[in-house]
């Protein structure tokens, strides 16, 4: 019996240790990759901000404004001025259809017999 | 274990042989057992002791390492953290009020050169030279070819010029990598952001430190990495902003003046949406601050709105009369005598025209009548004076959050006489920035409650303390409408948001004392929509003249009002307010609650 149980404990002491040495190098897999994935936000992120910053440059007013100026014939840009605000009232809806004829009223005075 | 028994057999037959008695002895081992006892006891308390020391010992040498190890090493970032701590920049954005970028940081490289590592000094100098044209050759020659181990060749370069000049190829010619700050927008808003420069510098990184304006204001909150990137939000809006430097530099340009500033400014949140100041600067490229000459204002970094303090001329007859109506000495219809001029010693007081003998408050407004509004001063008297343009803010700078605000003290009179009461409530005698004017004059638009000018964006009405009441505000903005309908400032009339204002022409003092003749400052204070403004716009031009007529005109109504009106047009519907008819005003109607 007490040889049983010197056995038992050497395997689990086995076990345990392989245990511990595969979670080890689990753990170091994991940190390696969470360096990388930080490695890659981080990248990410400068390459945002500059992406950004891009924006900001190209959006800015000055561009804007010339180019806008450079396209007038196409798009006919102006700046916002008071006089183009409008009022409901004076957007033009289309017409209302006119309603079915139900029952025509023949006023020609030519009918189909009377035609050579 | 054997035990020596107290009464050993032999050793009491023996005594009782020689008539001892035996008790002794059994008294005697009984003596020796309990010494051994206690001999054995003791050992093991010492021992107990000892391995107790031990684990004393052995857990503060433990603790001690430890912190010996902790405070030698290094800093370290924990990698296993699953988060992941936000890789901030150096230093946060600065946005305007809807998130468009105003700066930002970018990502550039600086070169520097070993010259112990340098393979071909001299065609290395000769490559860079090729590359950037403003470096001296013969310069970079001596310090390659020299005793000198480092050598700083650029601060900031551009990709394509890294490419360059590593296509050079020596091994001696390093990168470092370096944040500098962007303004993507250029020349706009410049006097607000202000720039930026490095501080500390070294050869990985360098410290990105604002020198002016908002920069340098909010320094400590754009370099605290507890924001985490967390954009600084100002009340700007960049389209405004943009248009009305536009409208700005042209009305400059047309009207001849040296330099113009603009505030427009939120009457209920003091949230300052455009300012400009002309000339500007671009805030990427700085210049460098004046050395010589004894006017600041000359430079393009001077910011007019903000530190440039002028006698802001008649825009201040409304305060006088406003005191007056609050404090119930007059009503607008009240008739005050205009006859001139008012003599103080050897100072006159009098009017750019005569305009009769009597006029009604209202009409003094109108037309601007210095005599009418120096009486009005003289009935509220000096004390009271001082007092209500002190509530308005006219005693302090600005709390405005711009670094050079804070120097802009007014310049106010030694000695508060009579005759400086009476010239200062027309505006001489006491010099304000134009933020002063444009805080003093929301007060006037939003019912009489201060505001405290800010450039941060703010969340809801930010009334201050009640300056003046309801109906003299009322009044006052009645009276400001009919300069413009009837009055001075005819040209502000934009069809569709009723503008209200008051022009101002102050004569430009001179820096060794007295007045120049044709030098003035033109200033236009308006409000828009009159019947509930919501904006407070001014305008000052610095030394306009419009010359499209016989002869040069100067005043406001001629130079700034044009251009106010011009800004309004261009930026109210960028505001988002649509061009409305005035409601007409009911002077029948009195206001009365139970």
Same mark, same amino acid.
């Given at each position: 019996?007490?040889?049983?149980?010197?056995?038992?404990? @050497?395997?689990?002491?086995?076990?345990? *240790?392989? +245990? /511990? $040495?595969?979670?080890?190098?689990?753990?170091?897999?994991? #940190?390696? &990759?969470?360096?990388?994935?930080?490695?890659?936000?981080?990248?990410?992120? @400068?390459?945002?901000?500059?992406?950004? *910053?891009? +924006? /900001? $440059?190209?959006?800015?007013?000055?561009?804007?404004?010339? #180019?806008? &100026?450079?396209?007038?014939?196409?798009?006919?840009?102006?700046?916002?001025?008071?006089?183009?605000?409008?009022?409901?009232?004076?957007?033009? $809806?289309?017409?209302?259809?006119?309603?079915?004829?139900?029952?025509?009223?023949?006023?020609?005075?030519?009918?189909?017999?009377?035609?050579? | 274990?054997?035990?020596?028994?107290?009464?050993?057999?032999?050793?009491?037959?023996?005594?009782?042989?020689?008539?001892?008695?035996?008790?002794?002895?059994?008294?005697?081992?009984?003596?020796?057992?309990?010494?051994?006892?206690?001999?054995?006891?003791?050992?093991?308390?010492?021992?107990?002791?000892?391995?107790?020391?031990?684990?004393?010992?052995?857990?503060?040498?433990?603790?001690?390492?430890?912190?010996?190890?902790?405070?030698?090493?290094?800093?370290?970032?924990?990698?296993?953290?699953?988060?992941?701590?936000?890789?901030?920049?150096?230093?946060?954005?600065?946005?305007?009020?809807?998130?468009?970028?105003?700066?930002?940081?970018?990502?550039?490289?600086?070169?520097?050169?070993?010259?112990?590592?340098?393979?071909?000094?001299?065609?290395?100098?000769?490559?860079?030279?090729?590359?950037?044209?403003?470096?001296?050759?013969?310069?970079?020659?001596?310090?390659?070819?020299?005793?000198?181990?480092?050598?700083?060749?650029?601060?900031?370069?551009?990709?394509?010029?890294?490419?360059?000049?590593?296509?050079?190829?020596?091994?001696?010619?390093?990168?470092?990598?370096?944040?500098?700050?962007?303004?993507?927008?250029?020349?706009?808003?410049?006097?607000?952001?202000?720039?930026?420069?490095?501080?500390?510098?070294?050869?990985?990184?360098?410290?990105?430190?604002?020198?002016?304006?908002?920069?340098?204001?909010?320094?400590?909150?754009?370099?605290?990495?507890?924001?985490?990137?967390?954009?600084?939000?100002?009340?700007?809006?960049?389209?405004?902003?943009?248009?009305?430097?536009?409208?700005?530099?042209?009305?400059?340009?047309?009207?001849?003046?040296?330099?113009?500033?603009?505030?427009?400014?939120?009457?209920?949140?003091?949230?300052?949406?455009?300012?400009?100041?002309?000339?500007?600067?671009?805030?990427?490229?700085?210049?460098?601050?004046?050395?010589?000459?004894?006017?600041?204002?000359?430079?393009?970094?001077?910011?007019?709105?903000?530190?440039?303090?002028?006698?802001?001329?008649?825009?201040?007859?409304?305060?006088?009369?406003?005191?007056?109506?609050?404090?119930?000495?007059?009503?607008?219809?009240?008739?005050?005598?205009?006859?001139?001029?008012?003599?103080?010693?050897?100072?006159?007081?009098?009017?750019?025209?005569?305009?009769?003998?009597?006029?009604?408050?209202?009409?003094?407004?109108?037309?601007?009548?210095?005599?009418?509004?120096?009486?009005?001063?003289?009935?509220?008297?000096?004390?009271?004076?001082?007092?209500?343009?002190?509530?308005?803010?006219?005693?302090?700078?600005?709390?405005?959050?711009?670094?050079?605000?804070?120097?802009?003290?007014?310049?106010?009179?030694?000695?508060?006489?009579?005759?400086?009461?009476?010239?200062?409530?027309?505006?001489?005698?006491?010099?304000?920035?134009?933020?002063?004017?444009?805080?003093?004059?929301?007060?006037?638009?939003?019912?009489?409650?201060?505001?405290?000018?800010?450039?941060?964006?703010?969340?809801?009405?930010?009334?201050?303390?009640?300056?003046?009441?309801?109906?003299?505000?009322?009044?006052?903005?009645?009276?400001?409408?009919?300069?413009?309908?009837?009055?001075?400032?005819?040209?502000?009339?934009?069809?569709?948001?009723?503008?209200?204002?008051?022009?101002?022409?102050?004569?430009?003092?001179?820096?060794?004392?007295?007045?120049?003749?044709?030098?003035?400052?033109?200033?236009?204070?308006?409000?828009?929509?009159?019947?509930?403004?919501?904006?407070?716009?001014?305008?000052?031009?610095?030394?306009?003249?419009?010359?499209?007529?016989?002869?040069?005109?100067?005043?406001?109504?001629?130079?700034?009002?044009?251009?106010?009106?011009?800004?309004?047009?261009?930026?109210?519907?960028?505001?988002?307010?649509?061009?409305?008819?005035?409601?007409?005003?009911?002077?029948?109607?009195?206001?009365?609650?139970?």
């Amino acid at each position: 019996m007490r040889g049983f149980i010197y056995v038992l404990t @050497a395997l689990a002491v086995f076990g345990l *240790a392989f +245990w /511990a $040495y595969r979670e080890n190098y689990a753990t170091q897999q994991a #940190l390696r &990759e969470t360096k990388t994935l930080q490695r890659q936000i981080g990248d990410a992120q @400068a390459k945002l901000a500059v992406l950004r *910053a891009e +924006w /900001a $440059y190209l959006n800015r007013p000055e561009r804007l404004m010339e #180019l806008a &100026e450079i396209n007038f014939d196409r798009l006919g840009l102006l700046p916002l001025r008071p006089d183009q605000f409008g009022r409901v009232d004076e957007v033009s $809806y289309p017409a209302e259809p006119l309603l079915p004829i139900t029952n025509p009223v023949d006023i020609s005075s030519m009918s189909e017999e009377s035609d050579p | 274990m054997i035990r020596t028994p107290l009464r050993p057999l032999a050793r009491i037959l023996s005594a009782r042989d020689r008539g001892a008695n035996p008790d002794a002895i059994e008294r005697e081992n009984l003596r020796r057992r309990h010494e051994e006892m206690q001999d054995k006891s003791r050992a093991r308390a010492e021992g107990r002791l000892l391995v107790l020391g031990l684990v004393f010992f052995c857990a503060f040498s433990a603790i001690g390492a430890r912190m010996g190890v902790v405070s030698v090493s290094e800093a370290e970032e924990p990698e296993a953290n699953a988060i992941g701590t936000p890789i901030a920049a150096q230093r946060g954005d600065i946005v305007d009020r809807h998130g468009r970028i105003l700066a930002t940081n970018f990502e550039t490289h600086s070169l520097y050169a070993q010259p112990p590592q340098m393979v071909d000094p001299v065609a290395s100098a000769k490559g860079l030279k090729a590359i950037f044209p403003d470096l001296d050759e013969e310069r970079l020659i001596r310090d390659f070819t020299g005793k000198r181990k480092f050598v700083w060749i650029k601060k900031r370069i551009s990709p394509e010029q890294k490419q360059a000049v590593h296509d050079i190829g020596d091994p001696g010619l390093l990168f470092g990598p370096r944040e500098m700050r962007l303004y993507p927008n250029g020349t706009l808003a410049a006097h607000v952001l202000g720039g930026a420069s490095f501080g500390k510098e070294g050869v990985n990184a360098a410290e990105v430190i604002g020198v002016a304006g908002v920069e340098k204001q909010f320094d400590g909150y754009l370099r605290d990495p507890a924001n985490a990137g967390q954009p600084l939000e100002l009340s700007l809006d960049l389209t405004v902003q943009a248009a009305a430097e536009r409208v700005l530099a042209g009305g400059m340009k047309i009207m001849n003046a040296r330099g113009a500033a603009s505030i427009l400014m939120d009457v209920h949140t003091g949230e300052v949406i455009s300012m400009v100041s002309l000339p500007n600067f671009d805030p990427n490229d700085r210049p460098a601050p004046p050395t010589s000459g004894f006017d600041p204002s000359v430079s393009p970094l001077f910011n007019r709105a903000v530190q440039g303090l002028y006698e802001l001329g008649s825009t201040f007859k409304i305060f006088a009369v406003a005191q007056a109506m609050n404090l119930g000495l007059v009503t607008p219809e009240t008739i005050i005598d205009t006859r001139g001029p008012i003599r103080w010693g050897k100072f006159r007081i009098s009017d750019f025209h005569n305009y009769g003998n009597e006029l009604s408050v209202t009409k003094i407004i109108e037309k601007s009548s210095n005599i009418g509004t120096a009486r009005l001063a003289q009935q509220i008297g000096a004390e009271r004076q001082k007092q209500f343009l002190a509530s308005l803010g006219f005693f302090e700078p600005t709390p405005f959050e711009v670094v050079e605000s804070a120097g802009a003290q007014p310049l106010l009179p030694k000695n508060w006489s009579e005759l400086s009461t009476m010239t200062i409530s027309y505006g001489h005698g006491l010099s304000a920035s134009p933020l002063h004017l444009a805080a003093a004059y929301a007060t006037v638009a939003n019912g009489g409650h201060y505001v405290s000018p800010t450039i941060l964006k703010k969340e809801g009405v930010q009334h201050g303390p009640q300056v003046m009441s309801e109906q003299a505000s009322r009044d006052s903005r009645i009276m400001l409408r009919r300069v413009v309908t009837e009055g001075t400032a005819s040209l502000a009339e934009v069809p569709g948001y009723a503008v209200a204002g008051k022009t101002g022409t102050a004569d430009k003092p001179k820096p060794r004392g007295g007045y120049y003749e044709d030098k003035v400052i033109a200033t236009f204070a308006s409000m828009f929509p009159a019947n509930d403004p919501k904006y407070v716009l001014i305008v000052t031009l610095d030394e306009p003249s419009e010359n499209s007529g016989s002869e040069p005109r100067r005043t406001a109504g001629w130079t700034a009002v044009p251009v106010a009106a011009e800004m309004i047009a261009r930026v109210a519907p960028l505001l988002g307010l649509r061009p409305e008819i005035e409601p007409r005003v009911q002077p029948s109607v009195t206001l009365a609650s139970n």
